[in-house]
């Protein structure tokens, strides 16, 4: 076999093979020998035709067969002959099969970067420290006792956090219009449910008050109808309702899976879930800032184009799950490839560290972690049999438990300054 090794424009190489006569000979031989075991052939038992009678009706076909086999196991050979990394399949054009000259045929494809590290100690980490005060388990207890809050009836003026019961009417220069209008709907104030506009004018009314307020909608409302417009509203408030908590009994602590020990065990429980609540979010922000240190260290790298689009697609169908069914398919694709880029040079950077520097994902931190996941179901047990029947999830998380490694490994050699923040700052969202 004859390899031609071209290197195109970026990442591109161009391979052509050229198959010699005699294995493309031997192949089809080999094929004909299995074809005549098992074609039956007018005037011959079964397996019994000729080898001259076979070649003869089916060596043109036995030719065509052989070529994709061919290409296939010679193309495994050509690209570990010229040690390739092919990011994807290849492109296979140019076939040509002539009698007593052999296959050639051209294979293009992408092939993995080669990747300088960046020294890891020019990274600079900033892990978030933080301790849960008593203060902290009592405002979460405060938000569990307003999951829990009824409402009921006062004879006095509303007043932030109290919940009302209105009827409106909204008109744009006198004419009502669609979704202007409601009756008997709760509004608890203070939780910006409604444009500051509309509620803001609503503190202070009591029941059976009525009051014509106007609302100016912004430029980017999400009823394009609105946007920009001022409406009248004519509200009536029929009834204000003042939030009551309920108290720390033992029937509170029930309705959270406390039996015994009333609100002192709760209060055990609650600071137990934010302790494994500060620790996933400190995870998952040293995570994101040693990611987000190494992709600004190889914003050079270049990122093979079928990768991308593959990952484009991948990226595509998540937002169609998370939109419930929305028909993501018809966006564009190229919408959802900076998010596609980034995921692909993050991928070949784990991959390359953990290559170069002798990185192993062992059992035992791929267990941690699905311990970790088990953890905050209801049976662990249960789950951790489920992911163990499941390659796929299996896969994910040895993924995982690499890109963990490779964390601990940049922290290893980053520069790491603690910052103290509160418990509230950490575990909140991050934006982007």
Same mark, same amino acid.
Do not use: W
């Given at each position: 076999? !004859?390899?031609?090794?071209?290197?195109?424009?970026?990442?591109?190489?161009?391979?052509?093979?050229?198959?010699?006569?005699?294995?493309?000979?031997?192949?089809?031989?080999?094929?004909?020998?299995?074809?005549?075991?098992?074609?039956?052939?007018?005037? /011959?038992?079964?397996?019994?035709?000729?080898?001259?009678?076979?070649? !003869?009706?089916?060596?043109?076909? @036995?030719?065509?067969?052989?070529?994709?086999?061919?290409?296939?196991?010679?193309?495994?050979?050509?690209?570990?002959?010229?040690?390739?990394?092919?990011?994807?399949?290849?492109?296979?054009?140019?076939?040509?099969?002539?009698?007593?000259?052999?296959?050639?045929?051209?294979?293009?494809?992408?092939?993995?970067?080669?990747?300088? &590290?960046?020294?890891?100690?020019?990274?600079?980490?900033?892990?978030?420290?933080?301790?849960?005060?008593?203060?902290?388990?009592?405002?979460?207890?405060?938000?569990?006792?307003?999951?829990?809050?009824? /409402?009921?009836?006062?004879?006095?003026? +509303?007043?932030?956090?109290?919940?009302?019961?209105?009827?409106?009417?909204?008109?744009?220069?006198?004419?009502?219009?669609?979704?202007?209008?409601?009756?008997?709907?709760?509004?608890?104030?203070?939780?910006?449910?409604?444009?500051?506009? /509309?509620?803001?004018?609503?503190?202070?009314?009591?029941?059976?008050?009525?009051?014509?307020?106007?609302?100016?909608?912004?430029?980017?409302?999400?009823?394009?109808?609105?946007?920009?417009?001022?409406?009248?509203?004519?509200?009536?408030?029929?009834?204000?309702?003042?939030?009551?908590?309920?108290?720390?009994?033992?029937?509170?602590?029930?309705?959270?899976?406390?039996?015994?020990?009333?609100?002192?065990?709760?209060?055990?429980?609650?600071?137990?879930?934010?302790?494994?609540?500060?620790?996933?979010?400190?995870?998952?922000?040293?995570?994101? !800032?040693?990611?987000?240190?190494? &992709? @600004?260290?190889?914003?050079?790298?270049?990122?093979?184009?079928?990768?991308?689009?593959?990952?484009?697609?991948?990226?595509?169908?998540? /937002?169609?799950?998370?939109?419930?069914?929305?028909?993501?398919?018809?966006?564009?694709?190229?919408?959802?490839?900076?998010? +596609?880029?980034?995921?692909?040079?993050?991928?070949? &950077?784990?991959?390359?560290?953990?290559?170069?520097?002798?990185?192993?994902?062992? @059992?035992?931190?791929?267990?941690?972690?699905?311990?970790?996941?088990?953890?905050?179901?209801?049976?662990?047990?249960?789950?951790?049999?489920?992911?163990?029947?499941?390659?796929?999830?299996?896969?994910?998380?040895?993924?995982?438990?690499?890109?963990?490694?490779?964390?601990?490994?940049?922290?290893?050699?980053?520069?790491?300054?603690?910052?103290?923040?509160?418990?509230?700052?950490?575990?909140?969202?991050?934006?982007?």
């Amino acid at each position: 076999m !004859q390899v031609t090794l071209e290197t195109a424009e970026g990442l591109l190489r161009r391979l052509s093979v050229t198959v010699p006569a005699a294995q493309v000979d031997e192949a089809v031989e080999k094929r004909l020998k299995d074809l005549s075991r098992r074609v039956r052939m007018d005037g /011959f038992r079964p397996g019994k035709a000729p080898m001259l009678v076979v070649r !003869q009706r089916y060596g043109e076909q @036995a030719r065509d067969e052989v070529v994709g086999d061919l290409i296939q196991r010679t193309y495994v050979d050509a690209i570990t002959q010229n040690q390739l990394r092919p990011a994807g399949g290849p492109s296979i054009t140019e076939v040509d099969m002539i009698v007593g000259e052999g296959l050639r045929y051209v294979a293009e494809i992408e092939v993995y970067p080669d990747i300088t &590290l960046a020294d890891l100690s020019t990274l600079e980490v900033e892990p978030p420290k933080a301790e849960i005060l008593k203060a902290d388990v009592e405002a979460m207890i405060g938000n569990l006792r307003k999951q829990r809050a009824t /409402f009921e009836a006062v004879d006095r003026e +509303a007043a932030d956090g109290d919940r009302v019961i209105v009827d409106f009417k909204g008109s744009i220069d006198g004419e009502l219009f669609d979704g202007g209008s409601a009756t008997d709907m709760p509004i608890e104030l203070g939780k910006g449910q409604l444009l500051k506009d /509309f509620e803001g004018p609503i503190i202070g009314m009591k029941a059976g008050e009525t009051k014509t307020i106007e609302v100016t909608f912004p430029d980017d409302y999400h009823a394009d109808h609105l946007q920009g417009k001022t409406a009248s509203f004519e509200v009536t408030v029929k009834k204000v309702e003042q939030t009551v908590l309920p108290e720390i009994d033992d029937e509170f602590c029930l309705a959270f899976g406390v039996k015994d020990g009333g609100a002192e065990t709760l209060e055990a429980e609650v600071r137990k879930n934010m302790e494994r609540e500060l620790a996933t979010a400190t995870k998952r922000r040293v995570k994101q !800032q040693v990611m987000d240190g190494l &992709l @600004a260290a190889h914003e050079g790298i270049a990122m093979p184009k079928a990768l991308v689009v593959e990952e484009a697609e991948r990226v595509r169908e998540q /937002f169609s799950q998370q939109m419930r069914g929305a028909k993501a398919d018809q966006l564009p694709l190229n919408i959802f490839e900076p998010e +596609a880029e980034r995921r692909v040079r993050l991928g070949m &950077l784990v991959a390359e560290l953990v290559r170069s520097e002798g990185l192993k994902v062992d @059992a035992a931190r791929v267990d941690a972690l699905l311990d970790e996941i088990a953890s905050s179901y209801e049976d662990p047990t249960e789950v951790k049999v489920f992911y163990k029947s499941r390659p796929d999830l299996m896969r994910n998380l040895e993924a995982l438990a690499a890109e963990d490694m490779v964390v601990d490994h940049v922290l290893s050699r980053a520069k790491v300054t603690d910052v103290s923040m509160r418990f509230d700052e950490v575990v909140k969202p991050q934006e982007g």
